[in-house]
């Protein structure tokens, strides 16, 4: 192997080509870089069998029963700041590094270490994504005014400049339920008549959190609502008239179906509200 020595500090710049399998073929001492760049051709994919590494930054100690676990060596980044109280540069860093997670089956997560204010040299893993792709922050997570967080094909979560949460649906199907807990608390499904409300001409428009009925051409003192899809526990529901000044009230209920009790007059529109809960 080559061996470039340097013996004072100098800035410069050094290409190297290199061919598959071929090691880099200097080593450097020391030195500062303005500019290395690294040349692999001929990749149209990573594999995941075989990665097109150009860099490796290995630690080869094994790990043992007292030294359970042997970090890789870290990417460190050092940068510098204006202390506008105390008028002085402040010089702050951080690095990822490969941490190994001993145990009966061993994993890894690569985190990224940032130097705690005020730099003292302590540092904090403010980024630990694991090699089952799950992501850890230490604070929180911050997407720009009208961001999206997105979960594959399926879901995604947007905050507007006003405050305002939306939950839209991507999946490119009928958005039909709102979970906490894995429990349905918003239900979207679309509502059927199952039975009563008058007959001839009742109908019911909305989703089953939130609709309304029109009572059919006989009026009826109960009618039965089907849900598109049941809740995870019964829900709670009210229903009122908005035609009419008669009393509505919800006199049984199920996780699938409710059942509305009052007086109902032709054409009256009900308005009713059904919220799931969680236990």
């Known amino acids: 192997m080559k061996r470039l020595l340097i013996s004072t500090i100098i800035a410069f710049s050094l290409s190297v080509a290199l061919v598959q399998g071929q090691a880099f073929p200097y080593r450097l001492s020391t030195g500062v870089f303005s500019f290395i760049k690294f040349v692999k051709n001929g990749l149209a994919a990573g594999p995941a069998t075989a990665p097109n590494n150009v860099i490796n930054i290995a630690n080869e100690t094994a790990s043992t029963v007292g030294t359970v676990a042997e970090w890789s060596p870290g990417l460190l980044f050092t940068g510098s700041g204006w202390d506008t109280d105390d008028a002085v540069a402040r010089t702050v860093h951080a690095y990822f590094t490969l941490r190994p997670v001993t145990g009966a089956t061993v994993s890894s997560q690569l985190q990224l270490m940032m130097e705690s204010s005020p730099f003292s040299g302590t540092y904090l893993d403010a980024f630990v994504f694991t090699n089952t792709g799950s992501i850890t922050l230490k604070s929180g997570l911050n997407a720009a005014t009208a961001g999206n967080i997105g979960f594959s094909s399926s879901s995604i979560l947007n905050a507007q400049s006003n405050g305002d949460i939306n939950f839209r649906n991507n999946a490119g199907t009928g958005f039909t339920s709102l979970s906490i807990v894995n429990d349905i608390i ?74 509305i009790t009052g007086t109902m007059v032709a054409a009256d529109v009900l308005d009713v509200i059904c919220m799931g809960h969680w236990q």
């Open 186 to 259: 918003f239900n979207a499904s679309t509502p059927t008549i199952g039975s009563g409300f008058g007959g001839a001409g009742v109908a019911i428009a909305g989703n089953s959190s939130a609709f309304q009925v029109t009572v059919g051409a006989g009026g009826a003192a109960s009618g039965v609502v089907n849900f598109g899809t049941s809740f995870t526990n019964t829900p709670h529901c009210i229903a009122s008239d908005r035609t009419t000044a008669n009393l509505m009230r919800t006199s049984s209920a199920a996780t699938n179906t409710i059942t």
